[in-house]
């Protein structure tokens, strides 16, 4: 398995001072992911815990929707001239009568750490019906767990703690337990090894769950949500305008800037719980 952190020599300026100091940083590095031994994408990720990436992918692109539809996951040679496993490569082998999506289309599935959109030919591309809704799901998240969310997600992160350069994202149930957190450079590969944890232990769809995010509800992990049905997701920065018009139209609970009791809900206000917080009186529109 690759490394997670490296650590570099660096130009320490603080003011008038100068000097030098070791610097841990977060590794990234290239995993391609095959499919039945053919070349499906390239995602630049943070080494570790790339089986669920890989599964969680496939879930989100509405490749398979349970661990029934995987029968192994390996790593395979790497592109060194010797041929030695570099831990960068990965063959994913549906099981009999799965269905293997044509990846000679119009998409593009090379992600980077920053867009895990990038390359979709149109929004049609990347607008998968998912194989459940979640406009019915009747959980309930009151406010007060809602505020603890974010430093229990903080907390977990032993990797940012080292580096301060990683994205989370965390799975909680409505009684604010945190069951399970993925870091990674980019945040949509963060959900994506959280939403692959689920389908490998066959937790699919997460019903009554919200997933909680470190930076901020792009329009991809709005989507990556639904896939996994998935009820409400929160983050702790903004959202975007697509991200709420996809949460509004499927039923989704999007909450943004998500920071100590303060919050915005966007879409799916019928989810949060208002009796524990002690909301100010707004003034009338002037």
């Not at 490569?89 to 920053?114: I, K, Q, W």
């Not at 930076?215 to 896939?227: H, I, P, T, V």
Request: contains cysteine.
């Amino acid at each position: 398995m690759g490394r997670v952190t490296v650590r570099e020599k660096v130009l320490r300026i603080r003011g008038g001072t100068v000097g030098s100091r070791v610097d841990t940083l977060v590794v990234e590095e290239p995993l391609e992911i095959r499919l039945n031994g053919k070349a499906l994408t390239v995602t630049m990720r943070t080494p570790g815990h790339d089986f669920d990436l890989a599964a969680g992918f496939l879930v989100s692109e509405g490749v398979i929707s349970s661990a029934a539809d995987i029968a192994a996951i390996r790593y395979c040679a790497g592109a060194t001239a010797d041929g030695s496993n570099t831990y960068n490569v990965l063959d994913v082998s549906l099981a009999p009568g799965v269905a293997v999506p044509d990846m000679t289309l119009e998409r593009n599935f090379y992600t980077t750490s920053s867009c895990g959109l990038c390359g979709k030919a149109s929004l049609e591309a990347v607008t998968t019906i998912a194989p459940w809704t979640v406009a019915e799901d009747p959980v309930r998240f009151d406010v007060a767990t809602l505020a603890a969310m974010p430093d229990r997600l903080r907390d977990a992160q032993r990797v940012f703690d080292r580096t301060g350069g990683l994205h989370a994202a965390g799975l909680f149930t409505p009684e604010g337990e945190l069951l399970a957190v993925r870091e990674d450079v980019g945040r949509h590969n963060a959900v994506d090894k959280l939403v692959g944890w689920a389908v490998r232990e066959d937790r699919l769809p997460l019903r009554e769950h919200a997933l909680m995010v470190s930076g901020r509800a792009s329009f991809e992990l709005a989507q990556k949500a639904l896939m996994a049905g998935l009820p409400m997701l929160a983050a702790v920065s903004a959202p975007s305008s697509l991200a709420v018009d996809l949460a509004a139209d499927s039923g989704l609970t999007l909450v943004g800037f998500l920071r100590g009791t303060s919050m915005n809900v966007y879409a799916g206000r019928h989810r949060i719980t208002l009796e524990k917080a002690s909301p100010t009186p707004m003034a009338a529109p002037g």
